[in-house]
């Protein structure tokens, strides 16, 4: 079965400070693809980032990175100096070769403060 | 080009009535997706569709129903709203295969059942 663990449910931190939030996944697909979306206050779902299963390098958008490592089958997502503005709901989610499905981990909900 | 929109944004419903909703892309996507989002769970995936006229369980179909006339809309019915289906629900979509195979979504429906 396919499962999304993120642990952490609140990260709370202040402006400017690095934050890493953990994805942990389960499946047994060879081929499979991992996202992150954010969830700010106003409630859309906001797509971040798409990797496949044999792109193990890491990626870097601006402030945000990301670091897959398929030995420990996790997908974290690291935001450097963060802003308020950062502070949102973050889910990660995993769909497999063939399947059409996505599944979400529950969340991590960030707040940074001023 | 607005995406995927959905209709209505609020609705508060008595325990036993029906409705629908309504979700809409002008992407040309193939695939289209209900998801319902519940404190603590994550998204959770209602029913899916693969193409115009088809339709498949998710994670969690009972109580719901949809209908995939035509290609641009995905519909999601309740036939007889209980309680248990107070949730936010989003719509999604996506064509797969290509250089941006993801999922965009909706802006979501906050749905409660008195």
């Known amino acids: 079965a396919q499962k999304v663990t993120q642990a952490q449910t609140e990260i709370s931190v202040v402006e400017k400070e690095d934050v890493t939030l953990d994805c942990v996944y389960e499946t047994r697909d060879t081929t499979y693809y991992l996202f992150w979306y954010k969830q700010p206050p106003s409630g859309e779902l906001v797509f971040l980032i798409r990797r496949n299963s044999f792109d193990e390098q890491n990626e870097i958008s601006g402030r945000y990175s990301w670091n897959f490592q398929k030995s420990t089958s996790s997908f974290n997502f690291t935001i450097t100096a963060s802003q308020v503005v950062d502070s949102a709901v973050y889910f990660c989610?995993?769909?497999?070769?063939?399947?059409?499905?996505?599944?979400f981990g529950t969340g991590t909900r960030l707040q940074v403060f001023p | 080009n607005a995406g995927v929109t959905q209709t209505p944004k609020f609705r508060v419903l008595k325990t036993g009535q029906s409705m629908t909703l309504l979700c809409a892309q002008d992407?040309?996507?193939?695939?289209m997706y209900w998801y319902r989002q519940d404190p603590g769970m994550g998204l959770r995936l209602i029913h899916y569709?693969?193409?115009?006229?088809?339709?498949a369980k998710g994670e969690v179909p009972d109580g719901y129903n949809v209908s995939r006339l035509k290609k641009q809309n995905f519909l999601l019915g309740l036939e007889s709203a209980a309680p248990s289906q107070t949730s936010v629900y989003f719509c999604?979509?996506?064509?797969?295969?290509?250089?941006?195979?993801?999922?965009?979504f909706g802006p979501g429906t906050r749905l409660t059942v008195l």
């Open positions: 989610a995993l769909s497999g070769d063939n399947t059409d499905k996505l599944i």
């Open positions: 992407m040309n996507h193939e695939y």
């Open positions: 999604a979509s996506r064509n797969p295969g290509t250089y941006t195979d993801t999922q965009y």
């Open positions: 569709s693969v193409g115009e006229g088809t339709t």
